[in-house]
């Protein structure tokens, strides 16, 4: 079974700290995805990394990085946490090489507040 | 550009009535068609996908879904629902070509089951 684990499930941070959110997938998989997910508005892609070093930006990458350095391990990085960033957040994983039907496997979600 | 539309941000059921919960898509094309489902506390899970072929599609959990082309249509079925549906569902649309960068979610539909 695919398993995707994101290192923390509730996270509370102040304004203007940097704030590392970690995600591991152990399936050897390609593509990996950070998400946002907020009441009314569904998943939002923040980030997508299609190999070890490859990212691009997705839907709202603003105030957010990403570090992928490991094939299992993808980070997303907030270099000064805002209050508006107060939400939680959701990492994925597919193989690669199916296209647009590379159904995700998703971690827990990490619930991060920002005071 | 693709988009979803859950028209019902909240369901109320029964346990034991029948479920269909709405999914509508704008795309070009055929699309690849996924549900996922997100219990309390937890990450997406898919419950079931279509990409061609039998328009009726059989999922996991007793959920089955019919694309309807015509009506740019991809609704949700069950025919008796237990307690343990309660959940957030959410429709997802893919192009049938291009990156898995372009999933698109729809902004989900609250369950809540009867007793």
């Known amino acids: 079974d695919v398993k995707v684990t994101q290192s923390s499930r509730y996270l509370v941070k102040r304004t203007g700290e940097k704030v590392f959110l970690e995600c591991v997938q152990d399936?050897?998989?390609?593509?990996m995805f950070w998400y946002r997910q907020d009441p009314g508005l569904g998943l939002r892609l923040i980030y997508f990394?299609?190999?070890?070093?490859?990212?691009e930006k997705g839907d709202i990458p603003e105030g957010y990085s990403v570090s992928r350095e490991k094939k299992e391990r993808f980070s997303l990085i907030l270099e000064s946490a805002s209050t508006n960033q107060t939400s939680m957040y959701l990492c994925?994983?597919?193989?690669?090489?199916?296209?647009?039907?590379?159904?995700?496997?998703f971690g827990n979600g990490t619930r991060l507040t920002v005071t | 550009a693709q988009s979803v539309t859950q028209p019902d941000i909240h369901i109320t059921v029964s346990e034991g009535a029948s479920l269909e919960l709405r999914c509508n898509y704008s795309y070009g094309a055929t699309p690849y068609l996924f549900w996922y489902v997100q219990s309390p506390g937890q990450g997406l899970q898919l419950l079931l996908k279509?990409?061609?072929?039998?328009?009726l599609v059989q999922g996991i959990k007793g959920f089955e879904a019919e694309f309807k082309r015509s009506q740019s249509s991809f609704n949700l079925r069950k025919p008796s629902v237990h307690w343990s549906d309660a959940a957030e569902y959410f429709c997802?649309?893919?192009?049938?070509?291009?990156?898995?960068?372009?999933?698109?979610f729809g902004s989900g539909t609250q369950l809540t089951v009867l007793p």
């Open positions: 279509y990409f061609s072929g039998d328009t």
């Open positions: 994925a994983s597919s193989p690669q090489g199916q296209g647009g039907n590379s159904p995700l496997h």
């Open positions: 399936m050897d998989h390609e593509n």
């Open positions: 997802a649309v893919g192009p049938p070509s291009g990156s898995a960068r372009q999933l698109t």
């Open positions: 990394s299609y190999d070890v070093k490859m990212k």
